[in-house]
């Protein structure tokens, strides 16, 4: 299943040293626990700035976005296998 | 000490591909292709805007273009370009993904940065390739310009991800740098010193060569050449009277040599330009209208940004043999507005732009750029226009652009970059 989304989602996270790397989703009922940070990009969107996270388990890809300015985490795609 | 320079061609394998592979390990080791612009084709971007749900394994894409292939997907012989429906049925089990331009434009812009930390200068080619000036940057010679490239390739496997590998070639001009770097695919390195250029350059097939395309290769056979080999002993005269100008550039390629200059673009802050390679050739007037205006408003409002007008207009285009033209016009009076630059480019361009050749390139560029007065403008229409541009401007800086369009360019959905756009999104 390979979908595109715009779900807001919860997400803890860690740093190592200034990198932020996701630990855990939550996304409905269902927490994920990232097994993986595979690529991190960023956006500038006027003054906003982007930054979006593929992270993946197990089984699952996601690919999570973060508003800078609202600090508000967002899934925008999902690929389960 | 060598006169000569040492130049570097970088290029990325099955780039949109890889860097999809990269970001989801799911789709490694899979045929995969990314989908290119068409009406189909899906706009990431927008579907997050507008917070829609897509579902797309089973998108049927029959109108739309592959940008790249995964090299898994072109060993079972899905190329570039090739029509969606096309690779469909040669290979059923093909995953489609749409394009996603900001994960693209990233790499490429790590890939530049690397670059720029080590070379003299660096230009940047297409999204995924450049050529680098490593001249000094080696110390001259081919065992430091060696050691060299493979710094950049171990500090490209770290900053990009070990899916994105790429190919170097190192020689002394770009266009055996670049024969090199796409002469062992994927992940090759290959430097050939000036001593071996005749060796290297007769061992590659005409098509190979930048700058020699399909056309030229089936006109080269009707006239008996077929290799390098035999281009290189065919007399330069015979070429100049069948290709004009181009004719020199075969004779000079069939013997290695072309040009040396790598052009620092961020160094030349003295011009502004778009240029765009269509998925498919244009074959109207109406369509080259189209897309001109959409690269003259991009060209006008990064020039605002930057708070300069222009004083010089550069309009070129490119057909499928690679052939070109292009004209500059200067102004008196600078401008900075979209629609005065598409009439100009317009203009520049109508008396020898043959659209049936097909169009696989256009290109605007503004240059002797002037700081953009403050002051209104005489006539009543020209400081409205200001005004509205101002408006527009802000309206840019803040939400980023493809915020607003043009009314006239509504019936052709621009998408964010897939391919070809440069800087686009970084409004
Ligand atoms: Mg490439």
């Given at each position: ?13 860690d740093?190592?040293g200034?990198k ?14 990232i097994?993986k940070t595979?690529?991190v990009h960023g956006a500038?969107?006027g003054?906003?700035?982007?930054f ?6 197990n089984a ?19 690929y389960?296998? | ?20 592979q ?5 789709l490694?080791g899979?045929?995969i ?6 009406k ?7 579907i ?7 579902r797309?394994?089973?998108l049927?894409y ?6 790249t292939a995964?090299?898994?997907a072109k060993a ?16 059923p089990s ?34 995924d390739?450049?050529f680098?000036?490593i ?10 310009a060696t ?28 266009l ?6 796409e ?10 010193p ?8 007769a ?6 060569f930048?700058?020699?395309g399909?056309?030229?290769v089936k006109?080269?056979e009707s006239l ?12 330069l ?13 075969l ?10 200059l ?12 778009h ?17 001109l ?6 060209v006008?409002s ?8 222009s ?5 070129y ?24 630059i ?7 361009l ?19 750029l002037?700081?953009?007065q403050?002051?209104f403008?005489?006539?009543h229409?020209?400081s ?7 408006s ?11 915020t ?14 897939v391919?070809?756009?440069?800087y686009?999104?970084?409004?």
């Open positions: 299943m390979h979908e595109f989304l715009n779900d807001p989602v919860d997400v803890a996270v740093f190592s200034l932020v790397r996701p630990q855990k989703v939550r996304w409905g009922n269902q927490t994920y626990d097994q595979n690529l500038r969107e003054t906003k700035r982007i979006y996270f593929s992270v993946s388990d699952n890809f996601m690919k999570l976005r973060l508003d800078t300015e609202t600090l508000e985490w967002r899934l925008v795609e999902v389960a296998v | 000490m060598r006169s000569e320079k040492i130049i570097l061609h970088i290029d990325f394998n099955s780039f949109f591909a890889s860097v999809e990269q970001a989801n390990p799911f490694r899979k045929a292709a990314v989908a290119g612009k068409g189909e084709a899906i706009d990431v971007h927008s997050e805007k507008k917070g829609a749900r897509v797309v394994d089973n049927p029959m109108r739309s273009v592959i940008t995964s090299r898994e079972q012989g899905i190329k570039t370009a090739m029509a969606t429906w096309e690779a469909r049925r040669i290979l093909l995953l489609i993904i749409p394009g996603d331009p900001r994960k693209y434009s990233e790499i490429t812009s790590r890939m530049m940065t690397i670059l720029r930390s080590y070379a003299d200068a660096v230009e940047q080619f297409s999204a390739e450049a680098a000036d001249t000094c940057a080696s110390g001259g010679d081919y065992l430091g050691l060299l490239g493979e710094r950049i390739r171990a500090d490209i496997k770290r900053e990009c991800g070990a899916y994105c590998t790429a190919s170097i070639g190192i020689s002394n001009n770009r055996l740098s670049k024969l090199a770097s002469s062992f695919k994927p992940n090759g390195f290959t430097v050939v000036p001593e071996d250029a005749l060796a290297f350059t061992s590659r097939p005409l098509q190979d930048c700058g020699i399909p056309r030229i006109r080269l008996g050449v077929t290799s390098i080999e035999t281009l290189r002993s065919f007399p005269s015979r070429l100049t009277h069948e290709f004009k100008s181009y004719g020199q550039f004779f000079d390629a069939a013997h290695g040599r072309g040009s040396d790598v052009s620092d673009d961020v160094r030349d802050p003295k011009s502004v330009g240029s765009y390679t269509f998925p498919s050739n244009l074959l109207s007037h109406a369509e080259v209208r189209k897309n205006l959409f690269l003259a408003d991009r006008a990064r020039m605002r940004k930057h708070g300069f007008a004083t010089h207009l550069t309009a285009v490119r057909y499928e043999d690679f052939s070109g033209t292009g004209a500059t016009k200067k102004f008196k009076e600078p401008i900075c507005d979209g629609l005065e598409l009439e100009n480019a317009l203009k520049l109508s008396p020898t732009i043959e659209v049936d050749r097909g169009i696989r390139l256009l290109g605007v560029t503004a240059s002797g002037t700081k953009l403050g002051s403008p005489l006539l229409k020209e409205q226009t200001r005004k509205a541009l101002r527009l401007d802000k309206i840019t800086a803040r939400y980023g652009s493809g607003w369009q043009r009314a006239s360019t509504l019936s052709t959905e621009f998408k964010e970059r391919s070809g756009w440069h686009d999104h970084e409004a």
